[in-house]
């Protein structure tokens, strides 16, 4: 997802479970296509990255799509065919779902655009990563914008992951745990 800085020539990066309902719902940002967003990086836009710890971000998507919502018909729900399954069956699950929806993708799959007619990965030049967890304050500071904090899931109770699910989680994003530096 890409949000463009009202005013400026800055866009963020964020993937859908990191903040992407506290940034569409800012005024001071505006959601732009990944065109207009290839197009803003050609002529010279500065990009940033909004990150999130991939273990909470899969937690997150649990309880917003399993416990949370009133719409159990959705396609995030389908892909793991039982719409009443505990966090560990959904995350045994994961390594053959995770690329067919974008709540689920490795954020480092963010930083850049695939053009399909092409055949090829356009990646962008990040001048600064922001990570969810502590980042928050400097990120409003440097983008001038007061963000509100939509959560949904807050207070949701989740069962503990098991030592196995948290294995398939660090596999399956690894490159996100390296590149941002998560431990």
């Not at 502590?134 to 503990?160: C, L, Q, R």
């Amino acid at each position: 997802m890409f949000f463009l800085r009202t005013g400026t020539k800055k866009v963020i990066i964020n993937s859908k479970k990191v903040m992407y309902s506290s940034l569409k719902s800012c005024d001071e940002f505006i959601e732009i296509s990944r065109v207009r967003a290839l197009f803003y990086y050609i002529i010279g836009y500065k990009f940033y990255m909004l990150v999130r710890n991939p273990m909470d971000r899969i937690l997150s998507f649990y309880k917003n799509k399993f416990i949370v919502t009133d719409n159990k018909d959705q396609p995030s729900i389908r892909l793991f065919g039982d719409n009443e399954i505990g966090i560990n069956q959904m995350v045994e699950k994961l390594p053959s779902v995770y690329m067919k929806d974008g709540h689920l993708y490795p954020q480092v799959k963010s930083q850049g655009i695939f053009i399909k007619s092409f055949g090829i990965f356009f990646p962008f030049n990040i001048i600064t990563v922001f990570r969810m967890e502590s980042d928050i304050k400097n990120m409003e500071d440097f983008f001038e914008a007061n963000i509100p904090h939509k959560n949904s899931t807050a207070g949701t109770y989740v069962p503990e992951l098991t030592n196995r699910s948290k294995r398939i989680i660090e596999d399956i994003y690894q490159e996100d745990y390296e590149r941002y530096e998560y431990k």
